[in-house]
Nanobody, 113 residues
Framework: QVRLVESGGGLVQAGGSLRLSCLVSGNIFRGAAMGWYRQAPRRQREFVARVSAGGSTDYADSVKGRFTVSRDDARDTAYLQLNNLKPEDTGIYYC???????WGQGTQVTVSS
């Protein structure tokens, strides 16, 4: 059974940093593109970043230069490094194994001004 578990969220001040992790069980990680999305209160879920199986990356314009997506195939884990956080980055962050449309439970990121 494939399962995605996010961790690493928390409360930080504006300008701070967090690193989110997404552990994928089920021996499927190596060939899978992984995406990160977020959902702010009263807003629709939006794309944040993506890392392909080969390591190429893609970002939403709002996070370019501040967030970095990566993967460690040896650990079956995808990461999202969040730097220079802003209050508008607040939300629940989800990872997804896009090919199978599988999602984790999310991890809360709150940025105070």
């Amino acid at each position: 059974q494939v399962r995605l578990v996010e961790s690493g969220g928390g409360l930080v001040q504006a300008g701070g940093s967090l690193r989110l992790s997404c552990l994928v069980s089920g021996n499927i990680f190596r060939g899978a593109a992984m995406g990160w999305y977020r959902q702010a209160p009263r807003r629709q879920r939006e794309f944040v970043a993506r890392v392909s199986a080969g390591g190429s990356t893609d970002y939403a314009d709002s996070v370019k230069g501040r967030f970095t997506v990566s993967r460690d195939d040896a650990r079956d884990t995808a990461y999202l490094q969040l730097n220079n956080l802003k209050p508008e980055d607040t939300g629940i962050y989800y990872c997804t194994l896009e090919a199978l449309d599988l999602w984790g439970q999310g991890t809360q990121v709150t940025v105070s001004s």
